[in-house]
């Protein structure tokens, strides 16, 4: 168990231009989520997959936001367009869900800090 | 829709037990709660989970009310390294998925 895993930790890009995060969760693990947090505050929803299926999406995931998750492994996160309130840490995290139980801990990675210039 | 409520900041000395109290009114029937611990630049560790009464691991103990509409999370005897944010969390939607955080507990453990 190497944990999730993200890539890249750092990214610093120009306003306008498009970046994509991947993350790579726990072997195994069949739902991955993706959440964003700003400094001095939780962690916000934005997505959550379960296998290839991206089954909730949260208001705050506006329209230059996709996530994929194309063979149930690993996701990426792409914003198009960054804007400067994109700046944020943006954290990914897996879990092991069992159809008789919803809740199973989250295991997070150590996210990916985005500053838009 | 009702957060959680926790402490803003508490202050600790090595070797203290720290409880600290998390409110949770409208917690679902189903709904467990959760603990995170996270420091600067690391994403949140999974600290422990309960549904009810008491549960116990190797780094701390939860205790929630017969009510479950708080939660207390007891660390024995902080050292420095403890010194992180806490969070309390529970879902409160009914599929048990999304996981909404508040502002957390910045705990400093001082020597």
């Known amino acids: 168990d190497t944990g999730v895993s993200q890539d890249p930790r750092h990214k610093i890009t120009k306003r306008g231009q498009n970046v994509t995060f991947r993350c790579d969760p726990i072997?195994?693990?069949?739902?991955l989520y993706w959440y964003r947090q700003t400094l001095g505050q939780g962690p916000e929803f934005l997505t959550y997959?379960?296998?290839?299926?991206?089954?909730?999406k949260s208001r705050l995931l506006s329209d230059r936001f996709s996530a994929e998750r194309p063979k149930g492994s690993f996701s990426t996160l792409e914003i198009q367009r960054t804007e400067q309130g994109d700046s944020a840490m943006y954290l990914c995290a897996s879990s092991l869900e069992i159809a008789s139980s919803s809740n199973q801990p989250q295991h997070f990675g150590d996210g990916t800090r985005l500053s838009i210039l | 829709l009702a957060k959680t409520t926790q402490p803003i900041s508490m202050d600790s000395y090595e070797g203290q037990e720290v409880n600290i109290t998390c409110s949770h009114n409208?917690?679902?029937?189903?709904?467990?709660i959760t603990w995170y611990q996270q420091f600067p630049s690391q994403g949140p560790r999974f600290i422990i989970q309960g549904y009810k009464t008491k549960v116990t691991n190797e780094v701390a103990s939860l205790f929630i009310p017969a009510d479950r509409k708080s939660s207390t999370l007891s660390l024995p005897r902080v050292s420095l390294s403890d010194t992180a944010v806490y969070y309390c969390?529970?879902?409160?939607?009914?599929?048990?998925?999304?996981?909404?955080f508040g502002g957390g507990t910045r705990l400093m453990v001082k020597p």
């Open positions: 072997s195994e693990h069949n739902r």
């Open positions: 969390l529970v879902a409160f939607d009914n599929a048990g998925n999304m996981l909404t």
């Open positions: 997959f379960q296998n290839e299926a991206q089954l909730e």
């Open positions: 409208n917690i679902a029937t189903n709904d467990y």
